[in-house]
């Protein structure tokens, strides 16, 4: 069991992967509602189960190959991973927030799925398929966050259960509502990720590099903060001058 | 098979779906690598360098990327309107 003070160590990751995963599941579950609601439920969990199953092979084959990576060579690699991952969903958050490129609309992606599957009537097979592509390609990036948050330090199973919680919340507010969840803030929460995995990215990169943080991991707070200023600053300039076009 | 490529493709575009941003940070992880290794800053000073380097990547990334837009967005609009004359 984990301690008072690991806990604390471990919240951030927690934070993180429930973040971001939330995120993700939110995309998959849009599309598996959209193929139960037009195709039936039986493809659309066939879909789920089968992608989950090869969620959890990928995983098993995997996972143990983390262990025989050097700690140092691993915190550089995951760190640089999270850093391309991270500034790439920042910036567009920011370019989102900003107005320059549109919000994801959950609304109407489920509407293009749902058109889809109006076409394709004759073949359940291609619904069970857009389930299952929908939850794989999800899963493969909740896969890498908890890996990426987790695998620095010995703290895959908080990043898990972080990604877990994430899962049961997303899917039972699902279950209640039986619609996309369109009012979940998703830009907010991308922004908030690209800055938190972001942090994450520098300080790994550095502790793969053999540099020391002054403050140890209170240190991710600093780069938090930064890269969230950036973030407003950036965004708020953007409003403006797409403000300052219009009239 | 397609579904592969699809999952590949997905893969590639996480890490590097924006091109000129992934070979700026793998230039300045390097950049920051060689200056750790020839240790003449301290162990300190290469971490400030790589966040200051990460802050200014995403700065210059948006940027770029509202000015391209609205680029695009006047050719377009300059187009139309010279159609709109003919």
Known sequence: MLNLIQWNVAAPTILAAFLAS???VVEAFTIVLAVGTIRGWRPAWSGVVAALAVLALIVALLGPLLNRFPLQDLQLVIGVL????GMGWLRKAILRSGGVIALHDEMAIFAQEAAALERNRSQNWIAGLASFKAV???GLEVVFIVIAVGSGRGLLLPAAMGAFAACIAVLSVGFIIHKPLSRVPENTLK??????????????TGEGLGITWPGQDAVLLVFATLFLALGLALAGKLRRASRQSLT | MKILREVVAE???MFAGDAQLTIEVIAL???VALICAWGIFGSTMPGVLLLLGCLAIVAEAVVGEAQRREHERSQTFHKWEGEGKD
């Open chain 1, 22 to 24: 939330t995120v993700e």
């Open chain 1, 82 to 85: 999270l850093l391309l991952f």
């Open chain 1, 136 to 138: 794989l390609l999800e």
């Open chain 1, 191 to 204: 922004f908030a990720v690209g800055v938190i995995l972001s942090s994450f990215g520098i300080f790994w």
């Open chain 2, 11 to 13: 893969l590639f575009s």
């Open chain 2, 29 to 31: 992880v390097i950049l």
